[in-house]
């Protein structure tokens, strides 16, 4: 067995060699003579490494079966398990990709690309917002200083009723990235529908001058029947935002 080991490591590195000198062709015939001659014990890195030239190859189904059969005799590989995930993604099937991910999440907790690539295929599934928020929070947590987990983390909080948890998100993702458009548009809406107008506008003033392109989610936001104001004359709006104290 210890001959066999040494064996695939040392093909390993010269598919690794190839990859890297963009010799893929080369990489995939090295890993398929492996495969053809190393006992089925100890293929697990070589299937692993045929996932993913597949992948790089859009070969999505074929990389699904040789990460299939490398997981299963290295069920809890993590590495495996992302880029099984990848593979299932990359095929369609997002249920098997979550699955994938957030096993792999569990078992490496610590991996922000794993926790992403979950979060994103809660969002792509239209997952219960619970769920997301609590992804995303995830994401936020290891990602600190990335906007991108924290608007989300605020779209889920959102969807779930949870304004004070939403407007808490945008405003962390502000004092990260403060000329953030679109998170001020989203910062003036859970204002606005947690009673706030006065704060709903300023934010909205910010947003619309910080891209003219914002104004039709702010006029369409103030229009509100219950929470909103209506202004008729959509050019006095505009001229009112940009007036609006920070």
Not at 150 to 171: F, H, S, T, V
Not at 176 to 202: D, K, T, Y
Request: net charge neutral.
């Amino acid at each position: 067995m210890r001959a066999n080991g040494v064996r695939v490591e040392a093909l390993l590195q010269q598919v690794i060699t190839e990859l890297q000198a963009g010799r893929l062709q080369q990489a995939r015939a090295l890993c398929e003579r492996g495969l053809s001659e190393v006992p089925a014990v100890a293929q697990a890195p070589l299937q692993q490494m045929m996932a993913v030239l597949c992948m790089q190859a859009g070969q999505a189904q074929s990389a699904r079966e040789h990460i299939a059969a490398s997981l299963a005799q290295r069920p809890g590989h993590v590495p495996s398990l992302k880029i099984a995930g990848d593979a299932a993604l990359a095929a369609g099937d997002v249920p098997a990709a979550r699955g994938h991910y957030e096993q792999a999440a569990t078992l490496q907790p610590d991996r922000a690309d794993i926790w992403v690539a979950f979060a994103r295929t809660l969002q792509d599934g239209r997952a219960d917002a619970a769920a997301r928020a609590q992804a995303w929070a995830r994401v936020a947590a290891l990602l600190p200083s990335d906007p991108e987990p924290w608007l989300q983390l605020a779209n889920a909080r959102q969807d779930l009723g949870d304004l004070p948890g939403a407007i808490e998100a945008l405003r962390v993702l502000l004092r990260i990235a403060p000329q953030h458009a679109v998170a001020e548009v989203n910062l003036g809406i859970a204002l606005q529908e947690s009673g706030q107008l006065e704060a709903a506008l300023r934010a909205y003033g910010r947003a619309y001058r910080l891209s003219e392109d914002t104004f039709g989610r702010i006029a369409h936001a103030l229009s509100t029947p219950r929470v909103g104001r209506l202004w008729l004359d959509l050019d006095a709006l505009r001229t009112e935002l940009r007036a609006l104290p920070d």
